[in-house]
């Protein structure tokens, strides 16, 4: 088995398994602990957790090559959509000890696993909020770096710029994952994502854009500068 740094993101690894495959894979913060059945595996004292593209949307866009992944170590990160945890969790591996990830979850079930998963990382903190209502938890979110959604409603771009209004710093960045499907089913999902990326263009820079595919259907991945 090897592990070398990314080529081009910084705490984010390949590993290379001993059958000769190549897995994404960030250290563990929370040594000893799994959140969606990850395999973990350890080399010169470091644990690392391989990270799966077909339940993270992250790590899917990763594989397809973004231009950019503003979630760094030290990083502060709003998290619209962190269900019970598996992505997230990685961005907590990432931000390391020294950022934070605030988690916005609106349902009472998946976050009753983000709950377990959070206290484990004290760089994690759960909210159980709706991402429309910015204002509900103004209190508890001081302005962040980055804001990564990943809420599959018709109206998520509308929520992500509501949120980009009321946390994101003058040059912070969003990761914005679109579902197609969710916003409207008659559509081809191309159409949707270029009348999305107009009404994004309006109010941020976009960076760069990518689907999805064979990872997640009818998804892409955007990413953007305020």
């Known amino acids: ?83 019970s945890g598996t992505t997230s969790s990685h961005v907590s591996d990432i931000t390391g000890a020294e950022g934070c990830v605030y988690c916005i979850e609106v349902s009472s079930r998946p976050l009753r696993d983000l709950l377990v998963v959070c206290s484990k990382r004290p760089n994690m903190s759960p909210i159980l909020a709706d991402a429309r209502q910015p204002q509900n938890y103004s209190s508890l979110v001081k302005n962040v770096d980055v804001i990564y959604q990943d809420v599959a409603q018709p109206d998520q771009t509308e929520i992500l710029l509501a949120n980009v209004k009321a946390f994101l710093r003058k040059g912070g960045h969003a990761m914005f994952s679109i579902k197609a499907r969710s916003i409207d089913v008659t559509k081809e999902p191309r159409e949707i994502f270029r009348n999305e990326m107009d009404k994004l263009e309006k109010e941020m820079e976009i960076i760069d854009a990518k689907t999805l595919d064979p990872y997640e259907k009818d998804h892409a991945m955007f990413v953007l500068r305020k």
């Open 1 to 83: 088995m090897k592990v070398a740094e990314h080529d081009k993101f910084k705490s984010i690894y390949w590993v290379e398994l001993d059958d000769g495959t190549r897995k994404l894979a960030t250290a563990n913060l929370a040594r000893e602990s799994q959140v969606y059945g990850e395999k973990l595996v350890r080399m010169n004292g470091v644990e690392y957790r391989l990270w799966d593209p077909y339940r993270s949307k992250l790590a899917a866009s990763i594989l397809k090559n973004i231009k950019e992944n503003p979630i760094a170590a030290g990083k502060q990160v709003l998290y619209l959509g962190a269900a």
